[in-house]
């Protein structure tokens, strides 16, 4: 995969935290730059970290089974988790969870810390695929991290600013990435 489509893939994933932190951002009187500072840091290591984390181990599984078929099977596995991701974040588009809405002073770390966790599963599963395509691992937690003070940043003062009204369309923007790399990968390794 070149990287452009690699680019894809990461911003398919990093758009459930944009949509998560534009909830969060809504909720804030004022956005705290040392607290977002602290935020985007947090969140990209462990980013970072489960990315790494789910490309070593199917890395590992590919050097345990060296012949053709695995091969195969990781990049069937990899268009499989592709398209599960963008079924998931559809799902969330169509559950469409509300918020309640109610001014915070102070939104405090641990929040993020769940948060953070939460989506590292995903990243975990996106890096598996990743290793299953044999994607260089540096060009990719590059990517990653500087995708997600991105979407830190950006969904923080989205929701600050507008309210997470477009976190159902963010939803749905990030499951069409990923579906596309899931096709991309059926069409030109698998088939």
Request: one cysteine or more.
């Amino acid at each position: 995969m070149n990287w452009i489509e690699n680019l894809l893939i990461v911003v398919g994933v990093s758009l459930d935290i944009f949509a998560a932190m534009e909830c969060q951002g809504s909720l804030v009187v004022k956005i705290n730059k040392k607290h977002l500072s602290g935020i985007c840091v947090i969140v990209a290591i462990w980013q970072m970290i489960a990315l790494f984390a789910g490309h070593f181990l199917s890395t590992l599984y590919c050097q345990q089974n060296p012949a053709a078929d695995g091969q195969i099977l990781g990049e069937i596995i990899s268009m499989l988790i592709f398209i599960g991701l963008g079924i998931r974040l559809l799902v969330k588009a169509i559950q469409n969870e509300r918020v309640e809405e109610h001014l915070e002073t102070n939104l405090g770390i641990r929040r993020f810390v769940r948060m953070a966790s939460v989506s590292s599963i995903y990243t975990i599963l996106a890096g598996i695929a990743f290793g299953f395509l044999e994607t260089d691992i540096t060009v990719i937690l590059i990517m990653i991290v500087v995708l997600t003070i991105v979407v830190v940043i950006g969904g923080m003062y989205t929701g600050y600013h507008l309210g997470f009204a477009s976190k159902t369309a963010v939803y749905v923007i990030g499951a069409v990435l990923l579906w596309g790399a899931g096709f991309d990968v059926l069409i030109r390794r698998i088939l």
